[in-house]
């Protein structure tokens, strides 16, 4: 502060001398008057002037300003004033006058120092913040402004004295919640600058529930259609999940993830694209990539893609991705999502395949994005992102990556007819004029064969037409054709990076390669070239290349073995140097910027060299290289013969495996005999329950009508004595005779039938000692299985019965508890009792003691009202300002005097 008053010290006799004058009068008059309005009107003419005299201000009034906030917090009007002073004083949005007059860099240091001396205190910060709390417009907005302030200028120090401060980041949500928009709108931009590069903060910020009030406020302005409003909320939302898994997780367990779809469900026209839309899509789509980003763990990205496909997100953006009237820098973000979205997601890579563009006939999404990735009158940013898309696609998509090798062999060529396919296109532009395609469609094709040794085989099946009356070439020997042929240097180093890919892990494709002579001498003589820096690179792609033709070699040509290609290296080029060559690669600016994300991003056309998955192989190949060069014979053999033991190894592993594999389905296939076995013993067993319960209905039924008989023939008889005695018609006589009968012959079948049972159960007795008397040895053990299993049931049905009655001593202990709390709570409820009947009484007391005050109260005022007419002065309260200390005396006073009139 000294040294602020020092720099004035000069500046205080510039063009405008009265300025401080009248700055230091208006300090003065803050800290000595004792009116508040002319505290007021002093801090409102400080802060007219803050901003053409801002260093004065600053230097003379701040701690004037600090202490009004202290001291005056009862008055609104005097608080917002000084706020608002000092965010003019630390804010670096200054007027046109003032930045004429001022460089920038002074500016930057008069608000940083002041904001500096602002925070020494943690307390002034502190009060801010309870001021932040005060619903007046007036304070509230103001607040909001020089904390955001306070945040531009010193955010690391501010955010932690906010973080330490109780309820301090919660005291800043509520400002989400205002229902003056101007607030709510400020207060977005204050969380932007107190979440930045501050995962605990942001944490907090997440959990305090703002995703919710957030995401609503982007539905209420209109999704992508709103203003400026959705764009901050948006950048709010970036710094609460960019690089914080914690908070994505949230997010995605929220379910808010389904709540982004609304955001990009766009017309399909040209209408309706305004910047302010095509900057909040910008923002929603790279919302979508930062919870998708390769960069974030694994789980917590396969996990987001999984939601985004379930909920129709990956659907709505391949809707706009094929929709016509797109501005192109939307689109190319989106084709970026899009990529994303799908990579190394089997399911969504699945979807992508299956996505047709709107044309006639329908051609697959892939397709016309390829279209476009090979017209060389495309944007370049739209050719990258949809080689990124790409390469997104078919990222650990063996599924996918057949699908594209397969558009490329014979068979499928022929089946196609003039439709275009993928692998015509990327051929198409393998061998085309401009090298950006050359590039592009080497990069991609690669990717088509990355960590796929059967399709780098079944690639070596490609042939390609050449001019009329000329054999056809394969695929690999028409790269080797252009190579040499010594095309551009961007070219050369796409077709470079294809053969490494390519012959990779891939011995018969070694071989092919050294089947044409041309090739070998092709790369030693560009290898051993002294070339200038642009050709370095091709020189370590080709010896790259031919280490990898050695590394990879079966020594199934003579004249290409092993020990044959690292003389000729030792004699044309070199060891050291071939190494030294080896090592361009690596050590290569576009390597480096290749490596660090998968994303295809170059400044130019130039630039475009290296593939991020390359640079992968390059690490990943450079040291074996390096040994397999210095290795001798000797330890080739040794290394040849502990390959051929670990492929032993191998394959007698795979043949356990296999046989384990056929043991375990054929171990299923007994259990499932076994229970289907089970459920037939159950079946049967079942039956011969039911047979014997029906025997015995049978024999009940036959007892019963027995007994039924014998007393029908009583009746009928007593019956027929009646009716000779009585002269009952015969008609009558002849039905009961016919009944009778009835009865016999039912008799008669259920006789037959009971026989037939008796038989079938002797049948069934010989059938069961026959078949015990030649029984073998599995039904011995079968019936020791099911007596084993009975005193299993028997040994379960004893411990279930000691587990009922343990059960029931619990159930004793636990009446005799309950019985013990019922008689607590009957003592708990005659205590309530008393106790309400004490409140009832000292309310009942309370009572009358306010009666007897307001009879004292009319008392004081007749004594008032009677002094009054004796002529005695008596002023009231109200009419008179008296600080506390007065007021307190003349109340005592009056006190004083009413007691005297009373004794009177």
């Known amino acids: 502060m000294n040294f602020l008053r020092g720099v004035m010290g000069g500046q205080s006799a510039g063009p405008q001398p009265s300025g401080a004058d009248t700055i230091q009068k208006l300090c003065d008059r803050v800290a000595s008057s004792t009116l508040l309005d002319d505290r007021r009107d002093a801090v409102r003419a400080l802060k007219s002037l803050s901003k053409k005299y801002r260093l004065e201000v600053g230097i003379q009034a701040m701690s004037h300003l600090i202490h009004v906030l202290q001291t005056d917090r009862s008055d609104s009007e005097i608080i917002g004033y000084a706020l608002d002073t000092l965010c003019n004083i630390m804010s670096n949005d200054l007027e046109e006058e003032e930045q004429e007059e001022n460089s920038q860099k002074q500016t930057e240091d008069f608000g940083s120092q002041f904001t500096e001396i602002f925070i020494k205190q943690h307390e002034n910060v502190t009060l801010l913040l309870t001021y932040l709390e005060e619903f007046d417009f007036h304070v509230r907005w103001p607040g909001v402004k020089l904390l955001t302030v306070l945040l531009k200028q010193q955010s690391p120090q501010v955010q932690q004295i906010i973080l330490v401060s109780p309820m301090g980041v919660s005291r800043l949500m509520d400002l989400l919640a205002d229902s003056r928009e101007v607030i709510r709108n400020d207060g977005v931009l204050l969380l932007q600058q107190l979440t930045k590069s501050n995962a605990a903060i942001q944490k907090i910020v997440a959990f305090e529930n703002a995703f919710e009030r957030l995401l609503d406020v982007i539905t209420d302005e209109g999704n992508s259609d709103g203003g400026i409003v959705v764009e901050d909320c948006l950048l709010l939302l970036q710094n609460l999940l960019k690089n914080n898994n914690s908070n994505q997780n949230f997010f995605k367990e929220g379910s808010y993830i389904q709540r982004m779809k609304p955001w990009f469900e766009v017309g399909d026209d040209n209408a309706g694209w305004s910047a302010q839309k095509v900057t909040n899509l910008h923002l929603m789509l790279q919302l979508v990539r930062v919870l998708v980003s390769p960069t974030n763990p694994l789980g917590a990205t396969s996990s987001c893609q999984k939601t985004m496909f379930h909920c129709g997100l990956l659907q709505q953006l391949c809707t706009i991705l094929m929709a016509t009237g797109v501005p192109a820098d939307i689109l190319t973000e989106t084709i970026n999502t899009v990529s994303e979205v799908i990579r190394g997601s089997q399911m969504n890579q699945d979807y992508f395949a299956s996505v047709n563009a709107p044309s006639n006939p329908p051609r697959p999404a892939i397709v016309v994005l390829l279209m476009s990735m090979v017209n060389e009158r495309q944007p370049f940013v739209l050719r990258c992102a949809v080689l990124y898309c790409f390469q997104c696609f078919l990222y650990k998509n063996q599924k996918g990556q057949g699908e594209i090798v397969s558009t490329l062999l014979p068979s499928t060529i022929d089946a196609t007819g003039n439709s275009v396919s993928a692998g015509q296109l990327l051929c198409g532009g393998l ?474």
Not at 492 to 500: A, D, F, S, T, Y
Not at 617 to 631: F, H, N, R, S
Not at 777 to 785: G, I, L, P, S
Not at 815 to 839: C, F, R
């Open 431 to 904: 061998f085309s004029t401009d090298s950006v395609s050359n590039w592009c469609a080497a990069v991609a094709l690669a990717h088509a064969l990355q960590e796929n040794a059967t399709l780098k085989e079944q690639l070596l099946r490609v042939q390609l037409a050449t001019s009329i009356g000329n054999p056809p070439v394969s695929l690999l020997q028409q790269c080797t054709n252009i190579l040499s042929q010594g095309s551009k240097v961007q070219t050369r180093v796409g077709l470079l990076m294809l053969l490494c890919t390519w012959l990779s892990s891939c011995p018969i494709a070694v071989t092919h390669f050294l089947h044409n002579p041309a090739n070998i001498p092709f790369l030693t003589g560009q290898i051993a070239e002294n070339l200038g820096e642009e050709e370095q690179l091709v020189q370590g792609l080709c010896a790259l290349l031919l280490g990898i033709s050695i590394y990879y070699n079966d020594n199934s040509l003579e004249n290409y073995k092993k020990e044959k290609l690292k003389q000729l290296i030792e004699k044309r080029i070199g060891k050291e140097i071939f190494i030294e060559k080896l090592g361009f690669i690596s050590k290569h600016e576009f390597y480096s910027r290749a490596a660090q994300k998968p994303q295809p991003n170059f400044s130019s056309p130039d630039h475009m060299m290296f593939d991020h998955e390359f640079t992968k192989l390059v690490k990943e190949l450079e040291g074996v290289i390096t040994k397999a060069i210095y290795k001798s014979s000797e330890e080739d053999k040794k290394e040849e013969e502990v390959k051929k033991s670990l492929e032993q190894h191998n394959n007698i592993v795979t043949h356990y495996k296999n046989v384990i594999r056929v043991q375990d389905q054929e171990l299923e296939e007994l259990k499932k005999q076994v229970e289907s076995l089970k459920i037939q013993n159950e079946q049967l067993q079942t039956t011969v329950t039911q047979q014997v319960s029906q025997i015995q209905q049978h024999k009940d039924q036959y007892n019963l009508l027995k007994i039924q008989l014998g007393k029908d023939n009583q009746h009928h008889s007593f019956h027929s004595d009646m009716a000779q005695m009585n002269g009952v018609q015969s008609e009558e006589i002849s039905k009961l005779h016919v009944e009778m009968e009835e009865w016999k012959h039912k008799l008669e079948l259920l006789q037959e039938e009971l026989r037939e049972k008796d038989s079938l159960i002797e049948t069934l007795k010989m059938t069961s000692v026959s078949a015990s008397e030649d029984s073998s040895a599995d039904m011995v053990a079968k019936t020791t299985d099911l007596e084993t299993q009975l005193s299993a049931i028997l040994q379960e049905n004893k411990e279930l019965k000691n587990e009922i009655a343990r059960l029931n001593e619990e159930k004793t202990l636990f009446k005799q508890q309950l019985e013990s709390s019922n008689s607590t709570v009957a003592i708990l409820k005659n205590e309530k009792s008393k106790l309400q009947q004490e409140i009832a009484e000292s309310k009942k007391e309370q009572d009358d003691f306010l009666v007897l005050l307001a009879d004292q109260d009319q008392k004081i005022v007749g004594l008032k009202n009677k002094l009054k007419e004796l002529g005695e002065p008596i002023e009231d309260e109200d009419d008179v300002d008296l600080g506390d200390h007065g007021e307190d005396e003349e109340e005592e006073e009056e006190e004083g005097d009413a007691e005297g009139e009373e004794e009177n």
